[in-house]
């Protein structure tokens, strides 16, 4: 009796073993997912002018924006197949991860912090962390940073850069680059520092306001994808969308209508 009951413990024990190791379900591929659902939902900046932005007419426009219907176009064939949703620089990887979008295309830079935690596509841009001040402030490079008011946007590279450039600065932090700008314009700050390409949008409406010559780093943007085996065909397709882009000149084109 007492071997029958130690038995059966035993198969109990075994069977709720193989029931916790049950293998997980396979997860459907995320480029089949998009191309059943006909559209594709991407995270895009709407504070990032020319990047990505709202207009007067509170459409959705930019460099990132385009680029996502050529994705479009290339996996659905029509660029409107595209559902846009807002990302910032500090909830983009969260917005990712949780599924929330399927991919990110907001001026994110490839790094290798970043590469651990989501993939990337090739890079289809490259920037440079530049500093913007007062037409009339002394300030002349980043050295002039320490122990003045530096605004940056939470969770960009520009933060964790400048914290190691000009250990001494004050740093400024925002959620969002217009709240920054804002900052900078109601004197909070004695100079703003992000990726040339989102300062030359402000600069390039504001005439009280300048970006120094120099850069300070090389931000090549790519296209962020959750980091899953589901989303390797993806990854890959938009690989190959970029490539054609880049060989048939649509990225150029795109380059030339945003960045002047
Ligand atoms: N490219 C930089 C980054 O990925 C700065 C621009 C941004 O905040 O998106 O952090």
Redesign the pocket.
Known sequence: MKKFLLATLSLMIFLTGCGLNKPKEPQQDTLDKIKSRGKIIVGV?YD?KPFGFLDENNQIQGFDVDVAREIAKYILGDPNAVEFKQVT?SNRIFMLTSDAVDVVI????INPKRLEVVDFSQPYYI?GQAIMIPKNSPIRGIKDLNNRKVII?L????EKNIRMMAPEALIQGFRT?NDAFSALKADRGDAMT??DS?LYGFAGSDSSYKILPDRYTK?P?GIAIKKSPETETLRMTIDEALYQMQHNGTLNRIKHKWVK
């Open positions: 900046k990032s620089a907001a001026t994110m830079t920037a946007v969770g960009s590279t520009s680059y992000t990726d989102i931000e943007y």
